[in-house]
């Protein structure tokens, strides 16, 4: 993945190249730089999550969490991760400081 550019237009712009190392970065954590990097790999966060419903499986065993995630990560997590949001009952967007997770309920439609 290449650069992107942040906040655009405003005095806050700068670009950074998301990390996609899937690596804990604790050395100057503390530095924009390297948190923007952290923050702006969404697919990181999708697979940590994927992950986490891999090991902690829905308490319903008629009910299997699917997250909506790319096919990258569906291939080797394809247990609990689906390309199809028809199928997928969690969609998450976690993007730097936010979190937004929908659950889809009984009937299909997003809770």
């Known amino acids: 993945m290449g650069k992107i550019t942040l906040y655009a237009g405003t005095e806050d ?4 190249t998301p990390d996609t ?4 970065t604790l050395e100057k954590f503390n530095k924009r730089t390297v948190q ?7 697919n990181l966060h999708i697979w940590e999550l994927v992950n986490l419903f891999s090991v902690f499986p829905s308490p319903d065993k008629n ?5 909506l995630a790319p096919k990258e990560i569906v ?6 991760a ?3 949001v028809n199928l997928a009952n969690v969609i998450a967007a ?16 997003v809770t």
């Open 13 to 16: 712009e700068r670009s950074t």
């Open 21 to 24: 190392s899937c690596e804990l």
């Open 36 to 42: 923007d990097a952290e923050r702006n790999n969404n």
């Open 63 to 67: 009910k299997q969490f699917k997250i």
């Open 75 to 80: 291939e080797i997590s394809a247990k609990s």
């Open 82 to 84: 689906t390309t199809n």
């Open 94 to 109: 976690l993007n730097g400081p936010m979190a937004h997770i929908y659950i889809k309920g009984p009937t299909g439609k």
